[in-house]
């Protein structure tokens, strides 16, 4: 078997490099900086745990270099270095980032502290209730950011490392120490082009990998002693539920874990299948994969193979140990002969059903080798693995620093169940991109201790929904089950809800996991990437872009008591923008944009679309038993959303491996919106036009026919908008189903059997909505656990004025401490109350 090999280029462009007898500098490009101190002037050339690519740029950067006053002087046209030339000093190295606005700190000496460092993410959320403290990530306020690769181990190809290590070694590539400790610095100087450094660390880097589209859809993990009857129980009620799942995550109990006799330690570490609870784990795995599920298994590789494990005898000759001498072959990392019977051990595993491994290494950083973390040599070992024989790699793990992005798909951890906890989620989700590690997935739900809280759970499933990887979890306690149906109604139906609409989502979410994988742009970003001198940007930490459509804001507090509802602070970009399912407009026109607060009840959640927004879904109702179907749907529902012309290009391909993504593979259907009509109330509707052209590409990866059902939302309902939608299918009209939704204000038209081969195209007169403000603040006013006077007096005043109503309601504002709770004649009205009334009114001013 041929081991794959991890793709370098270390070698840095000879013309972007000035170089003395112990120091040298590469421009790698006008705004990456590479700086390294050697006292031996042996530089490293390799590629390094992080560091994969020096020489990434298409042309040779721009910059000039001077020697005055003994100073060096290296100008590009994003920075401005000096240098003494002399050991690394604060004194006698520094680096101007030119441009920077809104920051007096944007000059780099050595050795400073990054203080302006918007941050990265953590190893682990292990234990942690709420927040803990993140890396550093490459971007920052004041314009700059250092990542230090000095301590890295170094990749060599497998001849050269056995030549190092005096051992044979059967892998292309392998990890060893450096031959020098000098400094090895980046310097990250993009002023506040964070997209832009974000990319150029990928590229330094090496990229993010194209996921399995399996991975996209719900998990289910549970740490639970399963039976594969119990098991298969769950996947059927999941399945009559009509809840889908893509990913059965099997925790540790698959493997001996109470049956080990302990004089061979704990059963923490295992490789044979436990016959009690899964008497035939093929035919188990198999029945999974005839559900439409993959299986991860859990693996805590700490204490090697030992002499009761199935594969032991095997692993022990390879290692030159007497398998009936009982001696334990020790885990090491640093033995290429070990890690070869390793990978054989799990092989065997695999060839019984596995389809990837759950990495769940907790025992700190140290092997025999100096500076090689073992949960990044495990990560880095078992993804390129994983890729043999040409399939599609796949590893779930902890991150282990800069570079882990290479190695989807991370496991945070074990976390605390508190809304400290999910608070702390968005934030930390998001935040991770800045070190380009973009694949995270949560325990949906928070894992232990904590307390149970319905809200809580329903609101955490929410935000599984609008997270990269969605995977249910939690401990063993009879009290803390995941399913929905162990809650009451009103949780249950939002935790239904939120199942489904991930499932929904695949189409979305597969198109953006091409573009993490080409273009470098996380499927979550924070949101002052796009918006870098806008204060306001920074202050929604909770908020995030999901894709290139959506904004989402999910929410992380309880309700409060007095409206029914919960809040999510929120800040919107300037333009016109739309509740993803409501249809609502919300108008962010100053400059700086709009913050305001967004009330939503369990059903609800803030998601909002751009104008123009066009978001692909695929439909449930045609799985018909096979709910868990990745497969490139036959029936798909486009959302789009009014009010500006936008595009889209669906991405789909044929399911072989494009962890490196091959054009060839790809399927494309593109999509645009020619928004011609009016915003409701100010002129006649003009014609809009949304086209689907042919699919592009690899034409055989999709359905030959498609089913679309094309919904505009947050439209006017008017006599030509229903009856007079023009559609055709290569210029010749056909025939459609036309709906309109007066909850979600959409316009919905289903045109059957389309060839991909064909243009489908809808013409209709459009109008934004009339915004339903009124009625809205009615339902919040309905729901109000305040005296029905106060309703009454309250619901007058809107319908009279309108958004002038709320200065009177203010008068009446009250807390409810200081509100009478049994006076009739009582006028006083919640706070709550007031601001949840007031997002309706004031959405469109």
Avoid: C
């Avoid at 962010?588 to 679309?609: I, Q, Y």
């Amino acid at each position: 078997m041929t081991f794959p090999k991890l793709k370098t280029n270390p070698g840095m462009n000879p013309a972007a490099v000035i170089q003395g007898d112990r120091w040298r500098i590469g421009i790698l490009t006008e705004s990456l900086i590479r700086l390294e101190w050697q006292e031996n002037g042996h530089f490293e050339d390799h590629a390094t745990q992080m560091v994969v690519d020096r020489d990434f740029a298409e042309e040779t950067p721009h910059f000039t270099q001077t020697i005055r006053d003994g100073l060096l002087i290296v100008d590009t046209p994003a920075l401005r270095l000096t240098y003494d030339m002399q050991p690394f000093s604060k004194e006698g190295l520094s680096i101007v980032v030119k441009g920077v606005a809104n920051s007096q700190m944007n000059t780099w000496h050595y050795g400073d502290v990054q203080r302006g460092n918007l941050r990265g993410t953590a190893r682990t959320l292990d234990e942690v209730n709420g927040e803990t403290k993140l890396g550093l990530g490459v971007i920052s306020h004041d314009g700059w950011a250092v990542i230090d690769d000095s301590a890295s181990n170094i990749i060599v190809d497998g001849a050269e490392a056995a030549e190092v290590k005096g051992e044979a070694n059967p892998f292309g590539t392998w990890v060893v120490p450096r031959d020098n400790d000098g400094t090895d610095l980046y310097f990250f100087g993009y002023g506040h082009r964070f997209v832009e450094a974000v990319q150029d660390f990928y590229r330094l880097t090496g990229p993010t990998p194209l996921l399995p589209r399996f991975a996209l859809g719900n998990w289910w993990s549970r740490y639970h002693r399963y039976t594969e009857a119990e098991y298969l129980k769950l996947v059927d009620r999941f399945e009559q539920e009509g809840l889908p799942f893509t990913t059965a995550v099997i925790d540790m109990d698959w493997h001996l874990v109470d049956d080990v006799d302990p004089k061979y330690g704990s059963g923490w570490t295992g490789y044979t299948w436990n016959r009690k609870f899964f008497p035939d784990p093929e035919r188990f795995q198999r029945t999974l994969h005839e559900h439409g599920l993959k299986t991860t298994l859990n693996v805590h590789p700490r204490d090697g193979i030992r002499a009761f494990e199935d594969g032991y005898e095997a692993v022990a000759e390879a290692m030159g140990i007497d398998p009936k001498s009982g001696e334990p072959v020790e885990f090491d990392l640093t033995s290429p002969r070990f890690m070869d019977a390793y990978f054989n051990l799990h092989h065997n595993l695999e060839n019984m059903g596995t389809d990837f491994w759950w990495l769940d290494w907790q025992q700190g950083g140290v092997t025999r080798q100096k500076g090689l973390d073992p949960l990044w040599m495990l990560n880095h070992m078992h993804y390129l693995d994983s890729g043999r024989e040409d399939r599609w790699p796949l590893t779930f793990s902890r991150y282990a620093g800069p570079g882990s992005h290479r190695y989807p798909v991370g496991f945070s951890g074990d976390t605390v169940v508190t809304w400290e906890s999910l608070k702390f989620q968005p934030y930390f989700t998001s935040t991770a991109s800045n070190i380009g590690y973009g694949w995270w997935s949560h325990d949906i739900g928070g894992h232990m201790f904590g307390y149970r809280d319905e809200e809580l759970e329903a609101r955490w499933y929410q935000l599984g929904t609008f997270s990269p990887i969605n995977r249910l979890h939690s401990t063993d306690s009879p009290f803390n089950g995941k399913e929905p149906w162990n809650f009451h109604a009103e949780t249950r139906n939002a935790m239904d809800k939120a199942l489904r609409l991930r499932h929904m989502l695949l189409p979305y979410l597969y198109a953006m996991n091409w573009r993490a994988a080409a273009e470098g742009r996380p499927l979550v970003e924070p949101m002052y990437w796009q918006s870098p001198e806008n204060a306001n940007a920074y202050g929604v930490e909770q908020e995030f872009r999901f894709g290139t459509e959506l904004i989402v804001a999910p929410i992380v507090t309880p309700a409060d008591r007095d409206v029914q509802m919960a809040k999510a602070d929120v800040w919107l970009p300037q333009g016109t923008w739309f509740d993803f399912f409501t249809g609502r407009r919300y108008e962010a026109r100053p400059a700086a944009g709009r913050k305001f607060e967004v009330w939503r009840g369990l059903d609800g959640m803030p998601v909002f679309a751009k104008a123009g927004g066009i978001v692909p879904l695929q439909t449930l109702d045609e799985l018909n038993g096979r709910e868990n179907s990745v497969a490139n749907p036959a029936h798909l529902d486009v959302l789009v959303f009014p009010g500006a012309s936008g595009a889209f290009a669906l991405k789909e391909d044929d399911g072989t491996n494009q962890a490196r993504p091959d054009e060839s593979a790809l399927a494309v259907t593109a999509m645009n919106l020619a928004w011609g009509g009016e915003v409701a109330g100010e002129g006649e509707p003009g014609e809009s036009r949304f086209v689907i052209a042919p699919v592009s590409g690899n034409r055989a990866a999709v359905p030959e026919f498609r089913t679309w059902t094309v919904t505009f939302r947050g439209v006017a309902r008017n006599d030509s908008s229903v009856t007079g939608p023009t559609v055709t299918v290569d210029g010749k009209p056909v025939e459609a189903q036309v709906s309109y939704d007066a909850e979600s204000l959409s316009l919905t038209v289903t045109v059957s059997d389309v060839p991909v081969s064909a243009e489908l195209a809808i013409a209709a007169k459009l109008a934004i909505a009339d915004d339903p403000s009124v009625e809205d603040a009615f339902r919040v006013l309905y729901d109000a656990q305040i005296d029905y006077l106060t309703k009454e007096r309250a619901y007058g005043l809107i319908r009279e004025s309108g958004a002038g109503a709320l200065g009177a309601l203010h008068t009446l504002e009250s807390t409810a401490s200081d509100r009478p709770r049994h006076d009739f004649d009582d006028s006083h009205m919640p706070s709550a109350v007031i601001q949840a009334i007031a997002e309706p009114l004031l959405r469109t001013m």
